[in-house]
């Protein structure tokens, strides 16, 4: 008889990971019988699962990547576990080990895919770096490899054909390769119609491939395509053989959120597909007792068994098909006009706040919608949303607009020869989002949010006592005053054109003119070109008098053993901040004795700073006397106001030579620093935003670096998991447009891709109406997602 899905049940569930699990995989024997399970996640973390009785307990956490776990690979005749990451590295541990037994570097981009080797000791990797490389270590530690180079983007699928003597890769580019051990092309397998994303190699030199395309294909040893087995409707993300099962029996696994099971000889799907509750279906392993390992966006490994004595309590089997059902649900179910599938699950708490009081949505897993606020740094629960439809006011106590229940239904009058319209709202909301989504919905001018916002404060019940708009920028710690704030203002956060929106001024221009006018003109070259920036953006503005004041307020507060120095030395200082400043030592030698200041008062020397190293002889000097960057790197992991002046000291620096060789020089740690920031204000998300932004330029005006456009793309992401700002969004979608300008295009892109969060975000400002303002943000938008 056949084997079929239809015989597998739920197992148990492997609950540890925090995020999403991104690759699974079969390992060794364990010590008291049965065979481990190995996970990896986008927490960084990989775990060793070892099996007691039915159960299996978590027994090791390896935790040496500094990025998300990409895949797994138990090469057996060894026992190493070998992990790849989005480092670009690929440890190798013992099965009992704890620590690497050798760190595998060189490939440029994420590693994200192993298979063994043709030789003892050896493995093949494929990287986002379009290449494959095939890894020997010798028993002494020695690494040598070859590289496999001639895919146009990045390989995500690699298998070894052992009987043949030769490798198999397939990637972005459609493309499926065949190479000698030498590293020479072999063979062109075409048919893939898009990314294609697994390999398994079969009897009788067969082979398998899937693929975005949401195809199987199935290959013969002439290299024909003699089948394809369709069935699933999304991305296939991964393959496993089943040989307990039989020869020719295979699982996949993708974007559909099914495990489905297949007979590749005869092309029949085996049983209905097992339905996980959760989006992305991300890995899939067999063991050698035919059980079924799948690792999932819900951050939960879980295994599937036909054997009855393995498969698991009616609880939890019933609590297992409850969650898929709602998952079903929610695949097409809306709760407040938004579709409960485009709310972020738990791990969206993972992710600070960016201001007191602000109110998010969380999807869980039983199916529920939960709200939470930010409060004294954590997420809080409220309550549970809910957003029936069909009901009555009668019936509910609530009122009801478009079929949906709210807590109030204002009318507003905007016109008097105009009907009302109607604004929704729900206690716990957060005011000002819904006024924007009110602003948006009714095509109504953007000058109306606070008025619109404020309305709703007012009319709606307890809500002044617990939602009250912030100022943006810095409160002075000593006078509780704001007469020098960097990047403070009264001005709306949501500013026009490149006047900066904090200060009022045109902070941001072009390092070649101030004018307002000029800032923009590569923004809009041609009908809708957003990219590629070909010129630098400074921080320029300052009143010097305002940081002369509050740098003598806080030098009075000072004993000379702290740093006190004379009102001359300050003048000296506050020179630098000319345009064009002389080169006196003594200004510079004063500069750097401010700089050892205590933190909590530094950031007006900062601010003096960031405006002198627009000069490449000040930095020069700056550098080459006292190696200033080492002393003010270390203030990016302190206070957010030297958080702010110090990213736009980097952004500032970028526009010239010895900068951009220095920065570059250290850009990994500097990264690795602004990375650490998951909260700020609009000031700082833009100043960060505005770092990246110089660091593309300088790749896109000569031979782009790919270790460079790497690691600015991996913190591109990490600013865009929690900026809110619209200008920082704006600025980083034009570094992102900037690198896929360059021969790191492909690497760049899918970086970014992977990162769902990133791309339902970029989706969503992209279409959705933009006030006059920042139509920018509408348009950059739908140029990255063209070439995405």
Request: with cysteine.
């Amino acid at each position: 008889m056949e084997p079929t899905l239809d015989n597998y049940k739920i197992s148990c569930e492997l609950l540890g990971h925090s995020l999403d699990v991104r690759a699974v995989a079969a390992g060794g024997n364990a010590p008291g019988g049965g065979q481990l399970i190995l996970s990896g996640s986008r927490d960084k973390s990989t775990k060793l699962w070892k099996p007691i009785g039915n159960e299996y307990i978590e027994s090791v956490t390896l935790q040496d990547h500094k990025n998300f776990i990409s895949y797994i690979y138990y090469l057996e005749s060894e026992q190493w576990i070998c992990t790849a990451s989005n480092d670009a590295t690929i440890c190798i541990y013992r099965q009992e080990g704890f620590v690497p037994l050798i760190t595998l570097k060189g490939h440029e981009s994420t590693v994200c895919t192993l298979a063994a080797g043709l030789k003892s000791r050896s493995l093949i990797s494929g990287s986002w770096d379009k290449t494959a490389r095939v890894w020997t270590i010798s028993e002494t530690g020695d690494v040598t490899f070859v590289t496999l180079q001639g895919h146009e983007a990045a390989v995500w699928a690699v298998a070894t054909m052992a009987t043949q003597q030769k490798y198999v890769t397939g990637g972005a580019d459609k493309c499926i390769y065949y190479w000698n051990a030498q590293g020479e092309k072999l063979r062109l397998l075409k048919g893939h119609t898009d990314c294609v994303r697994g390999l398994v190699p079969l009897p009788a030199n067969s082979l398998l491939s899937c693929g975005n395309d949401a195809v199987l294909r199935f290959w013969n040893e002439d290299g024909e395509c003699v089948r394809e087995l369709s069935g699933h409707t999304n991305y296939i993300y991964a393959l496993a053989r089943n040989q307990a099962l039989g020869e020719h029996i295979v699982v996949s696994c993708g974007e559909d959120s099914t495990l489905r099971m297949w007979n590749v000889i005869t092309g029949d799907e085996l049983g209905a597909p097992i339905l996980h509750p959760a989006i992305s279906v991300w890995s899939v392993a067999c063991l050698q007792n035919g059980d079924i390992v799948t690792g999932c966006s819900d951050g939960v490994v879980r295994v599937f068994s036909q054997e009855p004595t393995r498969q698991a309590a009616e609880s939890l089997r019933r609590a297992f098909d409850l969650a898929v059902a709602t998952h079903k649900s929610q695949l097409s179910e809306e709760i407040g006009g938004v579709k409960k599938t485009d709310l972020a699950g738990p791990e969206g708490l993972l992710t600070n706040g960016t201001r007191e009081g602000q109110t998010k949505m969380v999807r869980h897993v039983d199916g529920s919608v939960k709200c939470y606020v930010w409060e004294l740094g954590k997420w809080s629960l409220v309550g549970d949303v809910t957003g029936a439809t069909g009901g009555t006011q009668a019936n509910s106590g609530k009122k009801l607009h478009e079929g949906k229940e709210y807590d109030y239904v204002f009318n507003v009058d905007i016109s008097d020869t105009e009907p009302p319209i109607k604004l929704p709202y729900n206690r716990g909301e957060d005011p000002w989002q819904a006024a924007q989504q009110f602003i948006h919905r009714n095509n109504l001018p953007q000058a109306y949010l606070d008025q619109v916002a404020n309305f709703i404060v007012k009319n709606s019940e307890n809500a002044p006592a617990v939602v009250t708009q912030t100022t943006t920028g810095y409160q002075d710690p000593f006078t509780g005053g704001s007469r020098y704030v960097p990047g403070s203002s009264n001005s709306s956060v949501r500013g026009s054109g490149n006047m900066d929106p904090f200060t009022g001024a045109s902070s941001y221009s072009t390092a070649n003119s101030n004018t307002q006018s000029s800032v923009d003109v590569n923004f809009v070259r041609g009908s809708d070109k957003h990219f590629p920036v070909s010129s630098y953006r400074t921080f320029d503005t300052c009143d010097a008098n305002k940081v002369l004041e509050k740098m003598k307020e806080f030098n009075n507060k000072l004993t000379s053993a702290e740093g006190k120095v004379g009102d001359e030395v300050l003048l000296a200082v506050i020179r630098l901040t000319d345009k064009s400043p002389e080169l006196e030592p003594t200004a510079l030698e004063a500069l750097m004795m401010l700089l050892k200041w205590p933190a909590g008062m530094l950031f007006p020397v900062l601010d003096i700073l960031r405006l002198a190293v627009r000069h490449e002889a000040v930095f020069s000097l700056l550098h080459n006397s006292h190696n200033f960057l080492n002393g003010v790197l270390p203030h990016l992991d302190g206070t957010a106001a030297n958080q702010l002046m110090v990213c736009r000291c980097l952004a500032n620096a970028l526009t010239h030579t010895v900068g951009r060789q220095q920065i570059e020089a250290q850009l990994p740690q500097i990264i690795e620093l602004v990375s650490c920031i998951r909260a700020g204000s609009p000031n700082l998300q833009i100043a960060i935003a505005t770092f990246y932004l110089n660091l593309t330029i300088s790749q896109t005006l000569g031979a782009a670096r790919p270790d460079v456009c790497h690691v600015t793309t991996s913190g591109i992401v990490e600013l865009l998991k929690w900026a809110k700002d619209l200008e920082a969004w704006y600025r980083s979608m034009q570094a992102i447009g900037n690198l896929t300008t360059t021969q790191c295009a492909q690497e760049t892109i899918a970086q970014v891709v992977s990162v769902d969060y990133v791309m339902d975000k970029l989706r969503e400002l992209t279409n959705t109406p933009q006030d006059e303002n920042f139509t920018k943000v509408n348009l950059v938008g739908q140029a990255l997602l063209a070439v995405f």
